[in-house]
């Protein structure tokens, strides 16, 4: 409680001040502070109170007095923030303010006007702040979803930090929303730290008071007040004499200072009791002036101190980074000798000259050598000839002589012996395969996955036509550092080889099983019915992947993908509309159309698949040696592919031959097997069951006439479209079907086209009576036990 009382002899006078706010009338979602002024005088008895408001002054920062419950926490240090502000025209705005806790408000200030002599966790201030924000009846929030800011300060400056927002949950009645503060910190343990207080100190009742001015009432004081809470632009204007101090001054306050507090057993408490004692409350004022200017004098000496310290640390700094870039150059004459020493190492001076040094064995015939532009080239060439003349009388025979000539004819021609050497050294490699591992990296991360397997390839040759220039038994070599180079070249070749696959396998999965997602979709909408309608699977859309992969070697993987796309367009033509119509017909005609389309489309996918592999040749076999496109195309197709596209047929036939033998074609006739002879015999003696029999019987013959219409219809198609490429697998399909015909196969059999007979066979034959499976044999059981029983 800030509380100052002063004895008169009319009376006692009790001044009591707090904190409060009030609406900023240039920006309405700011308030900014005032102090509530209550005087109240006791005079004969009576007690009069007088209630003021005043502004909120600079030196009033100084006298706030934080909360003095036990648990309540200190507040946190003084800090800067951004904070929210309306900018008018130009939207809000976050500038940096330096923020601070006292008691039940946050205050923050322009960053110019904290004291930059004064250091620690709390500063002092040269001007009243800006804003205040009350904290009684607040909730903290931070963004939602973890996020840094709101969503909606997301585009401002709110963005650099860790956003919170302080908002006013009032009680109810009369009282009104005070408008939300957004505050911006620049880490998040800061955020952190100020929300925990925040959050604690929301919670608090109490009122914010100042302690007793008592400064302002020691009138001899009154000219200390301007050197207390001077401004920073009065600082600014003061004059050199009282900015600058003597340095003995200093040292003599800092004496002071130690001889007063640099004592062994020094208490403060004690101190304080001590001083009161010996002085009276208004020589208060005096020793804070001096205490002052020794903490001055102090801060002044440790300043320049650590600048001191600072200024060698700097100088040493610099050393070090000299010393640096000097063994970083050394480091790099030292590696750039140690690759001239492995040069020389590699020079083959045997490849120049043969038996001795040839210069000696030179014809010098023609001394008539063109000067040249550079003086020294050719003086070094003259002297080379003239080395080369002096023993050419020992040369006799014209075979010894040839390679005398053609290094004199290239003296001649301005090349000299160091050229020559070049001609005859290392094999050249060219300088864009130095950086085709990155092109094709790049060319990756674009999805140029085209332009990148040409690079690839057009590297991988150049390398190996390089490496097997090297392995041949000439004296055209590679360096040990270049043939290290170009076998790490291919490893990384080898890699980007297995990413770019790894890529293209992934893209075609993700887009078959969309497809199939799609595909379920549209077959369970009632609506899609009433429209026709083309399926995405139809679209060839993925026939530069799976080139790239054949191209690449994933053959395996190309076949999976290729397979896994055919599948979806094969189930799409077994979920074609059936033709319109009523009765069994219909049935023949949907037979003929689903065949149709689901074997045609096989066909193609078949063939499709052997255009991924098969090469057209120069010397390609004519039509007559080849017997069909499977057996043409089995040369160039890997045999795993191969068999996983057989296997892949397979499967799709049993999935036809589900659909054809379920609800869509034969499910829908009343297929049975035949009856029993005992049992047509004793069901034949039974008064009344003779129309029935008849009747089942002409049912039972029509729905086998139309099944083996229909099975007609799926042979053809199947023999149409398969055989022509080589692939007949009828046979299989006629397996498939014989099971889905339940029992009657044999009936079918005998009315089907005599052209099927190789394949039907089979089901003509009658199984004995070891052969009837036991569930049937156990209905046909129970048949004729009833019938024995009805008879009797």
């Known amino acids: ?27 309405a979602d700011r308030f900014l502070p005032r102090i509530a002024v209550a005087k109240s005088r006791t005079e004969n008895g009576r007690t009069t109170i007088e209630k003021s408001f005043r502004p909120f002054e600079a030196v009033d920062m100084t006298r706030v007095l934080d909360f003095n419950a036990n648990d309540v926490p200190d507040p946190p240090e003084d800090t800067t923030m951004r904070v929210c502000e309306s900018g008018g025209s130009e939207g809000l705005k976050f500038p940096v303010r330096n923020v601070c806790v006292r008691g039940g408000y946050l205050f923050y200030f322009d960053v110019e006007d904290v004291d930059d002599q004064v250091r620690g966790h709390y500063v002092s201030y040269h001007a009243p702040p800006i804003g205040v924000v009350p904290l009684d009846k607040v909730d903290v929030a931070t963004p939602p979803g973890g996020r840094r800011v709101f969503r909606d300060h997301a585009h401002t400056d709110a963005k650099h930090g860790y956003e919170f927002v302080l908002i006013h949950a009032p009680d109810g009645g009369s009282e009104t929303t005070r408008p939300a503060a957004f505050f911006v910190a620049e880490s998040l343990a800061q955020r952190e730290k100020w929300l925990k207080a925040l959050r604690f100190r929301a919670e608090i009742t109490a009122d914010t008071k100042l302690r007793p001015n008592i400064i302002a009432r020691a009138p001899q004081l009154e000219n200390t007040l301007p050197k207390l809470f001077r401004s920073k632009r009065a600082q600014k204007r003061r004059t050199a004499e009282e900015d600058d101090e003597p340095e003995d001054a200093e040292t003599l306050f800092i004496e002071q200072a130690k001889k007063e507090f640099g004592v062994i057993d020094f208490h403060d408490d004690n101190w304080l009791n001590n001083f009161f004692m010996n002085n009276s409350d208004f020589d208060a004022g005096n020793k804070i002036d001096q205490l002052e200017q020794w903490q001055s004098s102090i801060k002044r000496g440790l300043r320049g101190a650590v600048l001191e310290q600072y200024e060698y640390f700097v100088e ?25 020493i492995k040069e020389m190492k590699d020079i083959d001076f045997t490849a120049t000259f043969t038996d001795g040094d040839e210069m000696d064995l030179l014809d010098s015939d023609d001394e008539e050598i063109e000067p040249t532009n550079n003086r020294d080239g050719g003086r070094r060439r003259r002297r080379q000839l003239q080395q080369v003349d002096e023993d050419d009388s020992s040369l006799s025979s014209d075979e010894e002589a040839a390679p005398v000539r053609k290094l004199k004819q290239k003296l001649r021609s301005g090349m000299s012996v160091d050229s020559t050497n070049q001609e005859n050294g290392n094999i050249e490699i060219p300088p864009w395969l130095d950086d085709v591992s990155e092109e094709i990296s790049a060319f990756i991360k674009e999805c140029r996955y085209t332009d990148a397997t040409d690079l690839l390839f057009k590297a991988k040759n150049e390398s190996n036509d390089i490496l097997g220039l090297h392995d041949r038994p000439t004296e055209n070599k590679l360096t040990k550092k270049q043939h290290a180079n170009m076998l790490n070249m291919l490893n990384s070749l080898d890699t980007l080889s297995e990413l770019m696959s790894g890529r293209l396998v992934e893209g075609l999965r993700r887009k078959n099983e969309a497809f199939k997602q799609a595909g379920k979709r549209d077959r369970s909408d009632p609506l899609s019915l009433m429209a026709p309608m083309v399926s995405p699977c139809c679209l060839n859309d993925d026939q530069i992947p799976l080139h790239l992969l054949v191209k690449l070697g994933k053959t395996q993987e190309a076949a999976t993908a290729y397979a896994a796309r055919r599948s979806l367009l094969l189930l799409e033509s077994l979920h074609e509309r059936p033709i319109s119509g009523s009765g069994n017909v219909d049935l023949v005609i949907y037979a003929a159309q689903l065949s149709q389309s689901f074997f045609s489309c096989l066909a193609i996918a078949v063939e499709g698949f052997l255009d991924l592999f098969l090469v057209q040749s ?12 499977l057996s043409a195309a089995s040369r160039n197709v890997p045999p795993g592919a191969l068999a996983s596209i057989v296997l892949w047929c397979d499967s799709e036939l049993s999935k036809f031959s589900a659909a054809f033998g379920g609800t869509r074609i034969l499910g ?25 029999d008849n009747q089942a019987n002409k049912e039972r013959q029509n729905a086998i006439d139309v099944a083996a219409q229909c099975v007609d219809q799926a042979f053809t198609h199947a023999a149409e479209n398969l055989d022509s490429i080589g692939l007949p697998l009828t046979p299989r399909l006629a397996e498939y079907i014989r099971s889905r015909l339940k029992g009657c196969e044999s009936e079918v059999s005998r009315l089907l086209n005599s052209k099927w007979r190789h394949i039907t066979f089979e089901w003509e034959i009658e199984l004995d009576e070891a052969d009837i499976p036991m569930d049937e044999g156990r209905r046909s059981f129970s048949t004729h036990s009833k019938s024995q029983e009805a008879a009797v």
């Open 618 to 629: 120069i010397n390609s076999p004519s039509r007559d040696e080849e017997s069909s496109t």
């Open 1 to 27: 409680m800030a509380q100052s009382a002063a004895n008169a002899r009319t009376g006692v006078e009790l001044t009591t001040e707090k904190v409060t706010f009030i609406a900023d009338t240039n920006s």
């Open 316 to 340: 040493a700094s610099g050393e070090m980074t000299t010393m640096g870039k000097e063994v970083a150059a050394l480091k790099s004459m030292v590696e750039t000798q140690n690759e001239l």
């Open 668 to 692: 829908n006739l009343a297929l049975s097997p035949p009856p029993r002879r005992e049992a047509a015999q004793n069901r034949g003696r039974i008064v009344g069951f003779e129309e029935e």
